[in-house]
């Protein structure tokens, strides 16, 4: 079965810093990996999607993700947060099948410290 | 460009009411329209996705439907809502094409059954 899994519900760092938001998926076949971001009350916005090709997938706002196969993780990063990415963020894969299905995970919130 | 609209944004609802929210789409033709309903800000469950008119394939047996009157209407809809259908309710559409898997969301509906 597919899944998708983020291992922390929370993630803390200092504005400035470098930051790690982590995601491991299963899935059989390719996968196409996906990044979204929600701020609070709103819908889930885009950020970056890894289908094929270059294994480090740049997206909006700075952020950017790298797909590892050998270790079914696909992190997204940034070099230097900034509070306003204090948000919830959502790992997701989607399946090439009818309707093309996306399986999300449970989210990771993300606080950036001034 | 494309824009997806929810309503209401907001709603409460007595147990064994009836419920009707709608989604819309412009800008785009013969998208796949998906419902999904996140609970205490969390993680995302799909309940409906439709890949043209008429076509619903519902992801979860519960108290809730999904029809497609038209190209760019999605409709969720209840004969008589439980407390547990409180929750925040996202649309969201994917554009049919071999580039085209991210999905985009609406700002959805948060329903609070009393």
């Known amino acids: 079965a597919q899944s998708v899994a983020q291992p922390e519900d929370q993630v803390n760092v200092a504005e400035g810093n470098p930051l790690t938001v982590k995601c491991t998926y299963s899935?059989?076949?390719?996968?196409?990996l996906f990044w979204y971001v929600q701020y609070p009350n709103r819908g889930l916005q885009f950020l970056l999607k890894y289908i094929t090709g270059d294994n480090l997938v740049k997206g909006s706002y700075g952020f950017e993700a790298e797909f590892n196969k050998s270790q079914t993780s696909f992190h997204l990063k940034k070099p230097s947060a900034l509070v306003s990415d204090s948000a919830l963020y959502f790992c997701a894969v989607s399946l090439n099948t009818g309707g093309f299905k996306t399986i999300f995970g449970a989210g990771t919130r993300l606080f950036v410290k001034a | 460009s494309q824009t997806i609209h929810q309503w209401p944004a907001t709603l409460v609802q007595p147990v064994g009411s009836p419920l009707s929210l709608e989604c819309t789409v412009e800008g785009t033709s013969n998208p796949n329209l998906y419902w999904y309903r996140q609970a205490a800000g969390r993680g995302l469950q799909l309940l409906f996705y439709s890949v043209g008119i008429g076509q619903i394939s519902s992801e979860v047996p519960q108290n809730l439907s999904a029809s497609r009157p038209q190209d760019r209407q999605f409709i969720l809809s209840s004969k008589k809502l439980l407390l547990s259908d409180s929750g925040f309710y996202l649309c969201?559409?994917?554009?049919?094409?071999?580039?085209?898997?991210?999905?985009?969301f609406g700002p959805g509906t948060r329903l609070t059954v009393t």
């Open positions: 899935v059989s076949g390719n996968p196409y």
């Open positions: 969201a559409w994917r554009a049919t094409g071999q580039s085209n898997y991210e999905q985009y």
